[in-house]
């Protein structure tokens, strides 16, 4: 069994009449993996909204710069001024892309959580924050602890939850909007400019959940209006844990410092300490050098796609998906045709566990989706998913014939059943007999010297 490591084995160019070939290389395209019904088989990935796969340019980015890998800011040896260099310039680079103003602070984080759990400590005391039931459990948590948030039920689609919001902006009391870009669930792009200037005209500012958004479609803060933008590598094809907070720096200067620690200070005395301002304040401890460097390599592709080139691969790979998904008996897609998404599906198959059918698509076909309620427990609820769904995503590096694939898998579900039997192991649905290698063991630990 082999497995790849940089190098792509799919064309990245226009296929024939009907096709679509992947938009950009990805590692991990001709993975093979073990199949429970004997043999093995390339891996689809249709799991992208969880973790994309790190872009070919991201991995030889990462490889390009390990060997120059050291502590940053406060070493005056060479390999700790280059890295301190890259940590600084992939700062820089992350902020061109999401189009941050010229006063903003890029705060680089561990990851969108990270970020917004950071930004709902900066809330000046006493402001209230706006927040939709329908958003991921990292766009929810950190504001629905606070006795100063207003959860509003969503609407029936993205433009009535915009209205909702509207109309509660309107009122006045607000001093923060905590939105979502696009929807994990359903992939239902918000209106952010008309939200902006909403929350705005009320006095209010706006805080964007960018994590399921900025994998599909360009965001630009100062062209947008948006006041703090929320990112994750690991959704942007640079899964090294890394992430970022972009925004105004007046409340971020003023806030506690999110972490109490090295880098963060500019003086310490036995009675007293006096932190420093700007992204240093909210960095503190020896910071992701690799991250960073991956999550701008990850960033800089993405921006050198032509223009609506990403619109164009999702919408084409979207649509060949719901109409497949619509035309096997008994299937359900939840909000199916939105006014604008990206590329999430979620559905439900008649008469079976989702948890089941995720687990039939990986033992017998080698594609890899989501199961659950996805982190947005309270939307997934609304949508009648208390029992979960079956979500589908796609990336840069899915093909049509990924998506047909798994159309012709769950079609011989639906019509004549799994090959295999199977049930509840250890707390996961998985093939009663089950030849596969335990997970856990199925890579060595590496080379060894």
Request: charge should be neutral; hydrophobic fraction near 50%.
């Given at each position: 069994m082999s497995t790849s490591t940089l190098s792509p084995t799919r064309p990245h160019c226009p296929g024939p009449a009907g096709a679509v070939e992947a938009l950009l290389p990805v590692v991990g395209a001709d993975t093979l993996v073990p199949l429970a019904t004997g043999g093995s088989t390339t891996y689809a990935n249709l799991d992208n909204a969880?973790?994309?796969?790190?872009?070919?340019?991201?991995?030889?980015?990462?490889?390009?710069?390990?060997?120059?890998?050291?502590?940053?800011?406060?070493?005056?040896?060479?390999?700790?001024?280059?890295?301190?260099?890259?940590?600084?310039?992939?700062?820089?680079?992350?902020?061109?892309?999401?189009?941050?103003?010229?006063?903003?602070?890029?705060?680089?984080?561990?990851?969108?959580?990270?970020?917004?759990?950071?930004?709902?400590?900066?809330?000046?005391?006493?402001?209230?924050?706006?927040?939709?039931?329908?958003?991921?459990?990292?766009?929810?948590?950190?504001?629905?602890?606070?006795?100063?948030?207003?959860?509003?039920?969503?609407?029936?689609?993205?433009?009535?939850?915009?209205?909702?919001?509207?109309?509660?902006?309107?009122?006045?009391?607000?001093?923060?909007?905590?939105?979502?870009?696009?929807?994990?669930?359903?992939?239902?792009?918000?209106?952010?400019?008309?939200?902006?200037?909403?929350?705005?005209?009320?006095g209010a500012r706006i805080a964007v959940d960018g994590a399921q958004l900025l994998p599909h479609r360009r965001v630009d803060v100062g062209r947008d209006g948006i006041d703090?933008?929320?990112?994750?590598?690991?959704?942007?094809?640079?899964?090294?844990?890394?992430?970022?907070?972009?925004?105004?720096?007046?409340?971020?200067d003023?806030?506690?410092?999110?972490?109490?620690?090295?880098?963060?200070?500019?003086?310490?005395?036995?009675?007293?300490?006096?932190?420093?301002?700007?992204?240093?304040?909210?960095?503190?401890?020896?910071?992701?050098?690799?991250?960073?460097?991956?999550?701008?390599?990850?960033?800089?592709?993405?921006?050198?796609l032509p223009p609506g080139a990403l619109e164009d691969h999702e919408e084409a790979l979207r649509t060949r998906l719901v109409d497949g998904l619509e035309a096997l008996p008994g299937i359900e897609v939840v909000r199916p045709r939105p006014r604008d998404a990206v590329g999430v599906v979620t559905c439900t198959v008649p008469g079976r566990s989702v948890s089941e059918v995720a687990a039939y698509l990986s033992a017998e076909h080698g594609i890899g989706v989501r199961d659950g309620r996805f982190c947005a427990h309270r939307f997934a609820d609304a949508l009648g998913l208390s029992d979960g769904g079956l979500r589908v995503s796609t990336g840069v590096g899915t093909t049509s014939a990924e998506v047909d694939r798994l159309l012709t898998a769950l079609r011989r579900l639906v019509t004549g059943g799994p090959e295999l039997d199977y049930g509840v192991v250890d707390g996961h649905w998985a093939p009663l007999s089950d030849p596969r290698p335990a997970p856990g063991s199925f890579l060595s630990a590496g080379p060894r010297r």
């Open positions: 969880a973790s994309a796969p790190a872009l070919v340019a991201v991995a030889e980015r990462v490889a390009q710069v390990l060997p120059h890998y050291a502590s940053v800011h406060r070493g005056a040896g060479w390999l700790s001024r280059v890295s301190t260099a890259l940590f600084e310039q992939a700062r820089a680079d992350v902020g061109a892309f999401v189009g941050a103003r010229a006063d903003d602070l890029v705060v680089l984080t561990r990851s969108t959580t990270d970020a917004l759990d950071l930004l709902s400590r900066a809330v000046p005391a006493g402001g209230r924050v706006l927040v939709a039931d329908v958003e991921h459990h990292a766009n929810l948590l950190p504001w629905q602890r606070s006795a100063r948030t207003t959860v509003v039920a969503g609407g029936a689609d993205a433009e009535e939850t915009t209205a909702l919001l509207q109309a509660e902006l309107a009122t006045g009391r607000y001093a923060l909007l905590a939105v979502a870009g696009a929807s994990n669930v359903t992939g239902e792009v918000l209106p952010l400019r008309r939200l902006a200037r909403a929350a705005h005209e009320a703090y933008l929320a990112l994750s590598g690991h959704k942007v094809y640079a899964p090294f844990g890394s992430g970022a907070l972009v925004g105004r720096r007046d409340w971020l003023a806030a506690e410092p999110y972490l109490a620690g090295g880098g963060a200070t500019l003086d310490v005395r036995h009675d007293g300490v006096r932190w420093a301002t700007g992204p240093d304040r909210h960095e503190a401890g020896s910071p992701n050098v690799v991250g960073a460097v991956a999550l701008a390599q990850a960033c800089t592709t993405l921006a050198g």
